[in-house]
């Protein structure tokens, strides 16, 4: 009750394994790359809300020492 495999089934399997988890890494590697930029993108978005209030605050100010 031997169990043998043709080296050419082997071979192809492993190259069909190997295709499989290269396809899986760069499409986690791109999915990453996707979610960081899209909350960098987010954070700027926050920042220039914050300088818009800054902006805002100053020419307060300003117009309150002027008095």
């Not at 009750?1 to 899986?24: E, H, N």
């Amino acid at each position: 009750m031997g169990f043998k495999i043709d080296i050419k089934l082997a071979l192809t399997l492993a190259a069909l394994i190997a295709g499989l988890g290269g396809f899986y890494y760069t499409t986690q590697m791109r999915l990453d790359s996707l979610e960081g930029s899209s909350s960098d993108s987010s954070l700027s978005e926050e920042v220039s809300s914050l300088k818009k209030q800054v902006n805002r605050l100053s020419k307060r100010v300003k117009k309150l020492e002027e008095k």
